[in-house]
Nanobody, 115 residues
Framework: QVQLGESGGGLVQPGGSLRLSCAAS????????MAWYRQPPGKQRELVAD???????NYVDSVKGRFIISRDNAKSTVYLQMNSLKPEDTAVYYC?????????WGQGTQVTVSS
């Protein structure tokens, strides 16, 4: 049973930083691509960033230069370092992976950017 558990969300002022973590279990983490999605209030869920098993990364244009996705295979954890946060980054952030052709989501962590 694959389980994904996010942590690290919270309330931060514009221009601030947060680091999200997602711990995975029940999968061969080192061989798995991982991704972060977000769902702003009243909007659809969107891809924020992903990272392949080899460490190749991809970002949505709106976060390029501000967010960094990384992984620690020894800890089966993927991270999202978020810098220069803006109010429009406010959303529930979800961790995501595919394992044996099935999609898995974490429970989500709320990030609120407000003064």
């Amino acid at each position: 049973q694959v389980q994904l558990g996010e942590s690290g969300g919270g309330l931060v002022q514009p221009g601030g930083s947060l680091r999200l973590s997602c711990a995975a279990s029940g999968t061969i983490f080192s061989a798995s691509a991982m991704a972060w999605y977000r769902q702003p209030p009243g909007k659809q869920r969107e891809l924020v960033a992903d990272i392949t098993s080899e460490g190749t990364t991809n970002y949505v244009d709106s976060v390029k230069g501000r967010f960094i996705i990384s992984r620690d295979n020894a800890k089966s954890t993927v991270y999202l370092q978020m810098n220069s946060l803006k109010p429009e980054d406010t959303a529930v952030y979800y961790c995501y992976t595919i394992y044996k052709w099935r999609s898995y989501w974490g429970q989500g962590t709320q990030v609120t950017v407000s003064s």
